[in-house]
């Protein structure tokens, strides 16, 4: 994935399953992704559905309970991090590949239709790099596939500012657009999205930060500085005493090939 995110503390299995407060293993929060999943699923009977940059195959575990046990779909997760994919469950499929290398023909077998989900990835892929990306994605799919995403983007501008500004200063390349930009980007490499819907809101506390991506405290200190400086006051940004939490929003697009 492209950005500077080499001081990124990668957390695999059950570390990444605790982290954050347990967002990204959360039944519950996971729920409207599910839901959106199989519920495009249920319109396109896909023969295989391939979660791009999987981890350790929860989503794809939550799609196979609520499919149910006639649910005919091969189910694979793809992710670079061999470490992820060895704690998928029986059941599921692992391919050991970037997103941005894999091909179709490591998905589907000749002749099986194709389904693709994705959860918290476009933003690795900075500005510069999310319409490139979208290109990749619709080129693994034929006209009336679908491509479900859940991706971090904004309804308000100010909080938008501040979150790339936060993401800027810790040299992550990471970038957020907001809900009509992504909308616009997805939709200029060939989709139709068909509905969009919020997912819970993820909270990074500092500390959190500080750990995931090795900033050091007194310079996060001068970042948060800069952040409580930015007036009028984000709401993104949720202020402590020395200490401060971003609220980062996320929006499920069901898109389908055009």
Same mark, same amino acid.
């Given at each position: 994935?492209?950005?500077?995110?080499?001081?990124?503390?990668? &957390?695999?299995?059950?570390?990444?399953?605790?982290? $954050? *407060?347990?967002?990204?293993?959360? %039944?519950?929060? =996971?729920?409207?992704?599910?839901?959106?999943v199989v519920e495009a699923a249920e319109l396109s009977g896909p023969a295989v559905i391939v979660d791009l940059g999987g981890g350790t195959g929860f989503l794809l575990a939550e799609i196979a309970d609520s499919l149910g046990p006639d649910g005919r779909s091969r189910l694979v997760c793809v992710d670079e991090a061999d470490a992820q994919l060895e704690d998928c469950p029986e059941g599921i499929e692992t391919l050991?590949?970037?997103?941005?290398?894999?091909?179709?023909?490591?998905?589907?077998?000749?002749?099986?239709?194709?389904? &693709?989900?994705m959860r918290s990835v476009l933003h690795y $892929? *900075?500005?510069?790099?999310?319409? %490139?990306?979208? =290109?990749?994605?619709?080129?693994?799919?034929?006209?009336?596939?679908?491509?479900?995403?859940?991706?971090?983007?904004?309804?308000?501008e100010a909080d938008r500012a501040i979150s790339n500004l936060l993401y800027m200063r810790m040299d992550t390349g990471k970038w957020y657009p907001m809900v009509n930009e992504l909308l616009?980007?997805?939709?200029?490499?060939?989709?139709?999205?068909?509905?969009?819907?919020?997912?819970?809101?993820?909270?990074?506390?500092?500390?959190?930060?500080?750990?995931?991506?090795?900033?050091?405290?007194?310079?996060?200190?001068?970042?948060?500085?800069?952040?409580?400086?930015?007036?009028?006051?984000?709401?993104?940004?949720l202020r402590g005493e020395n200490t401060f939490t971003i609220r980062l929003d996320y929006q499920i697009m069901t898109c389908v090939a055009q």
């Open positions: 994935m492209k950005g500077n995110t080499e001081n990124e503390q990668k &957390l695999y299995g059950e570390s990444w399953n605790r982290a $954050f *407060g347990g967002y990204f293993s959360d %039944p519950d929060v =996971a729920a409207p992704m599910v839901k959106a050991d590949s970037r997103v941005e290398t894999v091909w179709r023909s490591q998905l589907a077998r000749e002749g099986e239709t194709l389904m &693709l989900c $892929f *900075g500005e510069d790099g999310l319409r %490139p990306e979208l =290109a990749k994605i619709r080129s693994l799919l034929i006209p009336g596939e679908y491509f479900v995403h859940q991706t971090i983007c904004m309804e308000n616009e980007a997805v939709e200029s490499q060939g989709f139709l999205v068909e509905s969009v819907v919020p997912a819970p809101p993820f909270d990074l506390t500092q500390v959190q930060l500080e750990e995931r991506y090795g900033i050091a405290r007194d310079r996060m200190e001068e970042i948060r500085d800069e952040l409580e400086s930015v007036s009028p006051a984000p709401r993104a940004l």
